[in-house]
């Protein structure tokens, strides 16, 4: 590829990259990406980052897929392909969003395992608050929120060893 081919596929992709919609076009349809050094990726493009434009692709392989990650600054064009048709695109597991009522239960079910536990607890709202740290809706261990990653830790430990079916 001549250095003309190179500044071609530049400005496309220079030309589409301020463009989201256009980016979120691509998103699960098999693609063809250039990067620099004459490179080329092929798969179901996963997600784009909007702010770096890193790409995640799923890159068929024996059977399954591998997760590739080109950082943005190394693309220099996306354009769709036509897959085989013994190319099927990944599944995605659906996301499951907890419900109000699951919410409500998995609180109180938090606020009885740090009181038996002896936690000083207030409520703030919605936000449970131990000390300087916070536990947000929907009450997972990926809900807290702490200055201190000792306490972080360690509340996140307790949260963890909770039977699942404590009940107050």
């Known amino acids: 590829m001549d250095e ?14 301020d463009v989201p919609e256009t980016l979120l076009s691509y998103v699960d349809k098999f693609v063809k990406i250039q990067v620099i050094k ?5 798969g179901f493009l996963h997600s784009i980052d909007p702010i770096s434009l890193s790409v995640i692709l799923s890159v068929p392989h024996e059977g399954s897929y591998r997760t590739t990650v080109i950082p943005g600054h190394a693309v220099q064009d996306i354009e769709e392909e036509t897959s ?7 599944t995605r597991k ?4 907890p419900t109000e009522s699951d919410k409500i239960q998995r609180k109180a079910q938090l606020i009885a395992w740090f009181k ?3 936690l000083p607890l207030t409520e703030n709202g919605d ?7 916070s536990v947000l809706p929907p009450y ?17 430990k307790l ?3 909770m039977p699942p079916n404590f009940q107050a």
């Open 140 to 156: 997972g261990v990926k809900d807290i929120s702490a200055e201190n990653p000792v306490v972080f830790m360690q509340i996140r």
């Open 4 to 17: 003309d081919q190179q500044q071609a596929l530049v400005r496309n992709f220079d030309s589409i990259k």
């Open 84 to 90: 085989s048709d013994d190319i099927k695109p990944p």
């Open 159 to 161: 949260m963890e060893s």
């Open 116 to 118: 038996k536990n002896l």
């Open 94 to 97: 659906p996301v499951t969003e």
């Open 127 to 133: 936000d449970l608050i131990i000390g300087n740290v």
């Open 38 to 42: 004459n490179r080329c990726f092929t």
